[in-house]
């Protein structure tokens, strides 16, 4: 499987999915600059967590205007897999490649611990080497991890699959509309996810609960 890594300014979890990346596949991942115009011919793309642009306006607003999202989002259009992790989530949302937004945390603090999740919807390459409804703990970094949309689109998020991951009952760090932690596109290719999955994917950091989200992704692709 081959895949790349977007390293936004202010990026600061692009090496650990790149770390993670190479781990699980055996191949090193391109890490391809904000400013370039062009994806490689890849199977993954990673939109990793971090502060890009110093999460200046909006988390994710001035990343989402970089060169290289034109390109990401023409890949996607092709049916290439993107995973956005935390201050990747909010740059899929500011440019539309998923639904709804990511606003400040209900307690306005910054959460860094942690937290647990249930696997709502096995039936996707990002979550199909989990069972449904087995919790996992993935730890969250951020201040602005609050997913809102209108009522109509989080009925039709939970009535597609698309809701993926949910924060575990009680475990809700940031005030998540019905405790959504991840969602997917429509083409179910894109997947936006606020805990960290790439920080726990080796024993010696602490728990693999989030291998298999790279594990499914290697299998379907190769």
């Known amino acids: 499987m081959k895949s790349a890594v977007v390293v936004f ?25 904000h400013a370039d115009s062009d994806v490689p011919d890849v199977d993954l793309i990673v939109l990793p967590g971090g502060f890009s642009y110093g999460d200046y306006l909006r988390c994710g607003a001035m990343a989402g205007q970089s060169n290289i999202m034109r390109a990401v989002k023409e890949k996607s259009e092709k049916g290439v897999r993107v995973l956005g992790i935390c201050n990747g989530f909010q740059v899929l ?28 919807e096995t039936q996707s390459v990002f979550t199909r080497k989990y069972q449904a409804g087995q919790r996992v703990e993935f730890p969250v970094a951020h201040g602005d991890g609050n997913y809102v949309a209108d009522a109509e689109t989080l009925d ?20 998540s509309a019905r405790d959504i ?15 960290h ?6 024993p010696l950091l602490g728990g693999t609960d989030g291998r298999a989200v790279f594990e499914g992704l290697l299998e379907a692709l190769g």
């Open 93 to 120: 949302t500011e440019t539309h490649m998923l639904p709804g937004v990511l606003m400040k945390n209900a307690g306005l603090k910054f959460v860094c611990k942690p937290v647990g999740l249930t696997v709502v």
């Open 9 to 33: 300014p202010a990026s600061n979890c692009d090496r650990d999915a790149a770390v993670a990346l190479e781990q699980i596949t055996g191949h090193k991942p391109v890490m391809v600059w």
């Open 197 to 202: 999955p790439e920080r726990v994917c080796d």
């Open 181 to 195: 932690a991840g969602i997917l596109n429509e083409k179910r290719n894109v997947l936006g996810l606020m805990p």
């Open 156 to 175: 039709r998020l939970e009535g597609d699959g698309r809701v993926v991951f949910k924060y575990a009952a009680n475990e809700n760090p940031n005030g």
